[in-house]
T-cell receptor
Framework: DAGVIQSPRHEVTEMGQEVTLRCKPISGHNSLFWYRQTMMRGLELLIYFNNNVPIDDSGMPEDRFSAKMPNASFSTLKIQPSEPRDSAVYFC???????????FGPGTRLLVL | AQSVTQLGSHVSVSEGALVLLRCNYSSSVPPYLFWYVQYPNQGLQLLLKYTSAATLVKGINGFEAEFKKSETSFHLTKPSAHMSDAAEYFCAVSDRDSGGSNYKLTFGKGTLLTVNP
């Protein structure tokens, strides 16, 4: 299995631009998670999907952030407009239900100038 | 809400020495507990997990952890450190939803392990 796939691996953009991060979960996994990792705040859960339906988006910081999961094999996290404080590593993870282990992708390193 | 405390943001050991990384959790129900490892510029990889079976859990790369309910602890150990163990280690506890299907992980701040030759 290829594992969780994220793209791009690195993104550099200017403040105000739209950023779209992509994730392909492991085939057969029913749940998908988006996390953000920064030095100051550590790992934060942004949003969680179960069977393509958003279950908990309480971690989404602002309306500038949105996430979708149009089908079981693809999810996006969009930031519009982006700000320098959004600079972080964004991870996607997936798991089967009710299996508890989450499998993480390699992350997208975002730098907003 | 559950929480996880990792004591020591940075632990340094000599190669061949015992590794001990501490994790304490708060939980009102029997928890599921995890240790993940993150190597530089990579995602998180599962080391081991506790799911209410044996209290001593063995994981990959020679690591193990012991669940102690009375101490609300889940410390990670390895008898002999290797240079390749240098990484950041995260302890996590799983929040159960109303349906009883554990779904959300709460992570500790992480402990950076340095192994000196």
């Amino acid at each position: 299995d290829a594992g969780v796939i994220q793209s791009p691996r690195h993104e550099v953009t200017e403040m105000g631009q739209e950023v779209t991060l992509r994730c392909k979960p492991i085939s057969g996994h029913n749940s998908l998670f988006w996390y953000r990792q920064t030095m100051m705040r550590g790992l934060e859960l942004l949003i969680y999907f179960n069977n393509n339906v958003p279950i908990d988006d309480s971690g989404m910081p602002e309306d500038r952030f949105s996430a979708k999961m149009p089908n079981a094999s693809f999810s996006t996290l969009k930031i519009q407009p982006s700000e320098p404080r959004d600079s972080a590593v964004y991870f996607c993870a997936s798991r089967t239900v009710p299996q508890e282990t989450q499998y993480f992708g390699p992350g997208t390193r975002l730098l907003v100038l | 809400a559950q929480s996880v405390t990792q004591l020591g943001s940075h632990v340094s050991v000599s190669e061949g020495a015992l590794v001990l990384l501490r994790c304490n959790y708060s939980s009102s129900v029997p928890p599921y507990l995890f240790w993940y490892v993150q190597y530089p510029n990579q995602g998180l990889q599962l080391l081991l997990k506790y799911t209410s079976a044996a209290t001593l859990v063995k994981g990959i790369n020679g690591f193990e952890a012991e669940f102690k309910k009375s101490e609300t602890s889940f410390h990670l150990t390895k008898p002999s450190a290797h240079m390749s163990d240098a990484a950041e280690y995260f302890c996590a506890v799983s929040d159960r939803d109303s349906g009883g299907s554990n779904y959300k992980l709460t992570f500790g701040k992480g402990t950076l392990l340095t192994v000196n030759p």
